[in-house]
């Protein structure tokens, strides 16, 4: 049995503005209990990484139907709809977060084929990567749970210089999850890792004038098998993938300073600043100055030395 989008269907559609709030840059950590049978088929449009405490139940999504179990970890994406069914006391914790606020030096991490397929991969890639679902085993759930203590504990505190330790953490677990992903996954190519030191690449270099063309030379395939394993990887094009990236940059130097909009615009890799106001607005919703204006107030805990608020 798997969700079904259709009029019959109740869906809760969770906002960002009620979840990150209060918390900068992105990242969010809530510990739950289930104590009723059924949950509500909801979606968001940021990321919840799940890792399963204890208790079990049944995971509930548009591919279908999972038993889970302590040490149990999966990542639901922005748009996905799920829930949870014949609950048995489960307990989870959720890592709730936006990457394109976090800005994580993610380098060596994306040559490990866990990473590409848990946390990159499309959602049909990352089946075919990862048939079985990534579980930790004790030791690796233990360690888990002390870090996610940690960045609870600072979320929590929300003392001078939280928002840095609980990015610290964050990254601690995503490499223990990758590297867990890693012993899961079936045969990868070559060509896969390089896809990963290519999304590297484009984040570094992403105000650059790059073409497609150059960037496959660089890798050693053809640029049609670089489009192919990319979009296969990301669900996108190279090129819808650079704008993302640029587009990311910009909100995150709106939130960050007080730079004019066109400055702006340059700084994220476009030379024409009416073009970037069209492109951000169809992405975010409003223009660059409203997003600026919405999101900026809310920007008030956790300040850090440097992040422009």
């Known amino acids: 049995m798997s969700i079904v989008r259709d009029n019959h269907t109740a869906i809760l559609t969770i906002p960002r503005s009620s979840v990150f709030r209060d918390i900068v840059h992105g ?11 059924i949950d509500v088929v909801h979606g968001h449009d940021f990321f919840e990484l799940v890792l399963v405490r204890s208790g079990g139940g049944v995971h509930v999504t548009e591919q279908g139907e999972t038993q889970l179990e302590r040490g149990d970890v999966y990542l639901i994406r922005p748009g996905a709809l799920h829930c949870y069914r014949d609950l ?13 606020l976090l800005d994580l ?17 499309s959602p049909t890639l990352a089946d075919s990567l990862l048939p079985t679902a990534v579980k930790l085993g004790e030791t690796e759930m233990r360690e888990a749970e002390r870090i996610l203590a940690r960045v609870l504990a600072e979320q929590e505190a929300a003392r001078p210089g939280c928002a840095f330790g609980m990015m610290a953490g964050f990254m601690q677990l995503i490499l223990l999850i990758s590297r867990a992903a890693t012993r899961n996954c079936s045969e990868t190519t070559a060509a896969l890792g390089e896809i990963g030191r290519l999304l590297t690449y484009l984040e570094r270099h992403c105000t ?4 497609i063309s150059d960037l496959a030379r660089g890798s050693g395939i053809s640029v049609r098998t670089l489009e192919r394993l990319f ?12 704008a993302e990236l640029r587009l990311n940059r910009g909100a995150k130097l709106l939130l960050e300073s007080a730079l004019p909009v066109a400055q702006v615009a340059r700084l994220a890799g476009y030379g024409d600043g009416g073009y970037f106001s069209r492109l951000f607005r169809k992405k975010f919703g409003c ?20 992040d422009g608020t």
Request: hydrophobic share 40%; with cysteine; proline share 8%.
């Open 231 to 242: 979009r296969q990887v990301t669900g996108r094009s190279p090129g819808d993938y650079l």
């Open 105 to 121: 030096p993610l380098g060596e991490l994306r040559t490990l084929a866990g990473y590409i397929a848990f946390f990159e991969a």
């Open 88 to 100: 048995q006391d489960l307990e989870i914790v959720n890592v709730l977060y936006l990457p394109e």
């Open 208 to 211: 650059d004038a790059l073409q």
């Open 27 to 37: 990242l969010r950590v809530v510990a739950k209990r289930y104590f009723l049978n």
């Open 287 to 306: 223009p660059p100055r409203e997003y600026r204006r919405r999101k900026r107030p809310s920007l008030q805990a956790c300040n850090v030395a440097g």
